[in-house]
């Protein structure tokens, strides 16, 4: 093989070797991203849930304009997407997802009013 040959066979392996690390990364941006977008959803499934019970009375099993006693359905607190878990007080639930891939954590607070509060992104959701 000629020299010139022999530079070309390099510079195509290193491009083929450049397109693959940013394939990957692409993939993995993706997918990160897509987890993300998940869990929001549910996160905001999770607080739909959370305000009825809030609204409901009592004698009918709500929580008579208090958070206290919530009970989130095993279906809604794990999922394929995260591990939910929260912590209720009389007038907000902080809600804490932990992505089953291993990506983080996202926490977001439900108010009084049914309205979330900021979300909190850790590890590779921030």
């Known amino acids: 093989m000629g020299q010139q040959q022999l530079m070309l066979l390099i510079l195509g392996v290193i491009i083929v070797g450049i397109a693959i690390v940013v394939g990957i990364y692409l993939f993995t941006a993706t997918s990160v991203s897509s987890n993300k977008d998940a869990i929001i959803n549910d996160m ?6 959370a ?3 809030r609204l409901k009375p009592e004698p009918l099993g709500g929580g008579s304009r208090s958070y206290l006693n919530l009970n989130i ?3 809604l607190a794990d999922n394929e997407n995260a591990t939910y878990t929260y912590l209720e007080s009389p007038n907000s639930v902080e809600f804490t ?13 439900l108010d009084a009013d049914g309205k979330f509060g900021p979300y909190t992104f850790n590890g590779d959701f921030q």
């Open 73 to 75: 359905p095993a279906n």
């Open 51 to 53: 305000y009825r019970y």
């Open 44 to 49: 905001m499934n999770l607080g739909q849930y």
């Open 97 to 109: 997802a932990t992505s089953k891939f291993g990506y983080g954590t996202i926490v977001v607070e």
